[in-house]
């Protein structure tokens, strides 16, 4: 249960009056509004007309019951995030917060294209190693990798705002568009040269407008220089967007080369900063220097488990009995469970039960699938395809049996690169394809026959 207080603190950060936080209060209890009403001695149009004020002013959208588990989540997300903070702090008494010395001093946020993620569902183990990562150990460089749909980008946004206060600049940027590395250097310099927006301070003490005539080189000296005197935390979110496709995992896009550059520079040279990099596949730079010791860190990110409930809640889904065989069957991905809901709700009346005596894959689903698999390279794509026709998990001398036009070492390469994907998975038994992949994979080869 949060504590009264805690509520009572965030209640007035938001303009929440004593009569709504009365409200809040006993319905972070579990308390109906019939319930809360009779506590209150109020009747429930008051109840709910109090929940209503709070939903604006945190702001909360959505319908019905849907604002209150928002809310409720909200709120216990807060608190988590305030245990893990305390936690922190108890552990490492001969570290100093930074947002304790950094507290007095004005700081730029810069979110671009950041996702909003006030509704945000479990993940507090990750969230305690990266910030433990970037805040006590001063990792420069950490990589968060996962399956399309795991989750990276909400997880790099909701990280990056938790530890706010221990950097005097953050910039976050995505690399979608896939932008050269000119372009995102140039935004970079662009954020860190604003003028704060503080009462009282006019200059950032920031960088010098970017020069046109230097080069790629010159530009990361630049701004490494600048992060070792101000401590900075950029993050690039969807770096598989400037990688090749059809290739392993791992390789640049022709033109896109110096962005290797620009992180094994990030993470050999010494500097106050953290650069988090979000990504499907594992950048070769990231792989070379990371170690548990080292600077640089990296985290695969795997499914929801069994806070992934709270979508299929949030989507106002029946048949709560079924939901775990759901989410393992998507392996726990909010995106996939999030398409495979709208279809339960619009042809199922919302039942999952009904919905799983039919099949456990849709459309939107394999659609999804397949933009996935459109990445890999040919030799994946064999892999692929021989796994999908064992519904036994396969040891990599079946593997190899089966596959003799490839050498041992092409086909460890492979697997290396399929296992960093998430699209192969390892058991005591050998190597298997999650649920939905070796579903879609067995619907393209039956479509080739």
């Not at 917060?97 to 304790?100: A, E, K, L, N, V």
């Given at each position: 249960m949060i504590p009264y207080d805690f509520l009572k603190a965030i209640a007035n950060e938001h303009g929440v009056s004593k009569a709504e936080l009365e409200v809040v209060a006993l319905a972070m209890e579990g308390q109906s509004t019939n319930a809360i009403a009779k506590t209150l001695d109020i009747s429930e149009?008051?109840?709910?007309?109090?929940?209503?004020e709070v939903y604006k002013k945190f702001p909360i959208s959505g319908t019905g019951p849907v604002k209150l588990t928002k809310l409720q989540q909200l709120l216990v997300n807060r608190y988590q995030t305030h245990l893990e903070t305390q936690d922190i702090s108890s552990n490492c008494r001969s570290y100093t917060?930074?947002?304790?010395v950094q507290s007095s001093n004005p700081k730029q946020m810069d979110w671009g294209e950041a996702p909003d993620v006030s509704v945000f569902y479990g993940r507090?183990?990750?969230l305690r190693q990266l910030e433990t990562w970037i805040v006590k150990d001063r990792c420069r460089?950490?990589?968060?990798?996962g399956m399309a749909g795991i989750g990276k980008t909400t997880l790099s946004v909701k990280l990056a705002k938790q530890i706010q206060d221990q950097f005097k600049y953050v910039v976050w940027r995505s690399l979608r568009q896939a932008p050269?590395?000119?372009d995102i250097l140039a935004a970079l310099f662009q954020s860190l040269s604003r003028p704060l927006e503080t009462v009282g301070y006019e200059t950032a003490g920031g960088l010098n407008p970017l020069p046109s005539s230097k080069t790629a080189k010159e530009l990361i000296s630049q701004l490494i220089e600048y992060c070792?005197?101000?401590?900075?935390?950029?993050?690039l979110n969807g770096a598989e967007s400037i990688l090749q496709i059809g290739t392993l995992a791992g390789i640049y896009r022709e033109g896109y080369e110096g962005y290797g550059e620009f992180i094994r520079r990030w993470g050999e040279e010494p500097h106050e900063s953290c650069l988090l990099i979000t990504s499907q596949e594992k950048l070769s730079e990231i792989s070379l220097q990371e170690g548990e010791t080292s600077p640089v860190r990296s985290?695969?990110?795997?499914?929801?488990?069994?806070?992934?409930?709270?979508?299929?809640?949030?989507?106002?889904?029946?048949?709560?009995?079924?939901?775990n065989y759901l989410i393992k069957g998507y392996r726990g991905n909010p995106l996939m469970l999030k398409l495979v809901a709208i279809t339960i709700k619009e042809v199922f009346d919302g039942s999952v039960t009904d919905f799983l005596a039919t099949t456990l894959f849709t459309h939107d689903v394999s659609d999804f699938i397949e933009e996935i698999l459109d990445r890999l390279s040919d030799l994946e794509h064999k892999i692929i395809y021989t796994m999908a026709s064992h519904k036994e998990p396969v040891i990599l001398t079946q593997?190899?049996?089966e596959l003799l036009e490839i050498s041992p070492q092409e086909l460890l390469r492979a697997l290396a690169s399929l296992r960093q994907r998430s699209l192969v998975e390892k058991s005591e038994g050998g190597f298997t394809l999650p649920p939905a992949v070796m579903e879609v994979t067995n619907q393209l080869i039956a479509e080739r026959e």
């Open positions: 149009h008051a109840v709910r007309k109090r929940l209503s917060p930074i947002s304790t507090t183990e990750e460089l950490v990589a968060l990798q050269r590395l000119e070792r005197q101000h401590r900075c935390l950029i993050v985290l695969k990110l795997e499914g929801l488990g069994e806070a992934a409930q709270y979508i299929l809640q949030e989507k106002g889904l029946s048949g709560q009995k079924n939901w593997l190899q049996d």
